[in-house]
């Protein structure tokens, strides 16, 4: 069951991370992102990778939050 559900998570945070990837940097050139007022001195595929992986981790975290507030209290307690 544990695998079903990291799946549940996994799958549509990977999909939506492609999907924001696409709507930010169609708009966002990398070469423009600055860090604390600093310019990233990263490689543009660098900056895509990096943007990604946040992208991907902050979509997982949602996905699972969602599932374990659809969880019942025995679930949750076991």
């Given at each position: 069951?544990?695998?079903?559900?990291?799946?549940?998570?996994v799958w549509?945070?990977?999909?939506?991370a492609g999907v924001l990837e696409v709507l930010v940097f169609a708009m966002v050139d990398p070469q423009d992102v600055h860090w604390f007022g600093a310019p990233l001195e990263w490689?543009?595929?660098a900056i895509y990778t990096a943007a990604f992986?946040?992208?991907w981790a902050v979509t997982t975290?949602?996905?699972a939050l969602t599932v374990l507030l659809a969880m019942s209290s025995p679930?949750?307690?076991?």
């Open positions: 069951m544990l695998q079903q559900r990291l799946m549940w998570i549509p945070a990977f999909l939506m490689s543009r595929q992986f946040v992208f975290v949602s996905g679930e949750v307690n076991d």
